[in-house]
T-cell receptor, first 114, second 112 residues
Framework: AQSVTQLGSHVSVSEGALVLLRCNYSSSVPPYLFWYVQYPNQGLQLLLK??????LVKGINGFEAEFKKSETSFHLTKPSAHMSDAAEYFCAVSVLFNNNDMRFGAGTRLTVKP | DGGITQSPKYLFRKEGQNVTLSCEQN?????MYWYRQDPGQGLRLIYYSQIVNDFQKGDIAEGYSVSREKKESFPLTVTSAQKNPTAFYLC???????????FGQGTRLTVV
């Protein structure tokens, strides 16, 4: 079955600095990949998704992610962190025709320092 | 507005009691899911349903039950058999299995 690993349960950056959240996936077939954001005591909101089209995916709030098959990675980046980016971020992977099997990573908590 | 609604937002239960969490969507999605979230463990799938009157167990179904009598509704019952029910519960739906999921705001269940 497919899986994702998020490297780093906590990431701290200064406001205006680059945000880099790491996600590596494992899948025997071409995957669909997602990044979600969760604010405290709320549900998850989709940031962006990769579904086998362009490898560089742009999402909401200035985030983007690049699918790198050779590295089995789908890292999330944002050039300049804003205080409002502080939240928990989840990477997820699924494959079509594998009877509903979307798998989530353990999450990375992003802290933004003023 | 289209969306997915979970209620209540906070729920307290005494040990030994069953409790039902509500999940309703008006997105006309076929697939619906229940996840449990515990700190540092990400989301774990409890049950999912791809069509009305059909549902399957996820990774941690023991102590939980669901029904899918209507397309819009997918209630989750936490039974007394669930030994550690205190957690944040998230309901989600998607147009079809494995496409992007839309989440409700969650229900925080506390056993007292």
């Amino acid at each position: 079955a497919q899986s994702v690993t998020q490297l780093g349960s906590h990431v701290s950056v200064s406001e205006g600095a680059l945000v880099l959240l790491r996600c590596n996936y494992s899948s025997s077939v071409p995957p669909y990949l997602f990044w979600y954001v969760q604010y405290p005591n709320q549900g998850l909101q989709l940031l962006l998704k990769y579904t086998s089209a362009a490898t560089l995916v742009k999402g909401i709030n200035g985030f983007e992610a690049e699918f790198k098959k050779s590295e089995t990675s789908f890292h999330l980046t944002k050039p300049s962190a804003h205080m409002s980016d502080a939240a928990e971020y989840f990477c997820a992977v699924s494959v079509l025709f594998n009877n509903n099997d979307m798998r989530f990573g353990a999450g990375t908590r992003l802290t933004v320092k003023p | 507005d289209g969306g997915i609604t979970q209620s209540p937002k906070y729920l307290f239960r005494k040990e030994g009691q069953n409790v039902t969490l509500s999940c309703e969507q008006n997105l006309n999605h076929d697939a619906m899911y229940w996840y449990r979230q515990d700190p540092g463990q990400g989301l774990r799938l409890i049950y999912y349903s791809q069509i009305v009157n059909d549902f399957q167990k996820g990774d941690i179904a023991e102590g939980y039950s669901v029904s899918r009598e209507k397309k819009e509704s997918f209630p989750l019952t936490v039974t007394s058999a669930q030994k550690n029910p205190t957690a944040f519960y998230l309901c989600a739906s998607s147009r079809q299995a494995n496409t992007e999921a839309f989440f409700g705001q969650g229900t925080r269940l506390t056993v007292v």
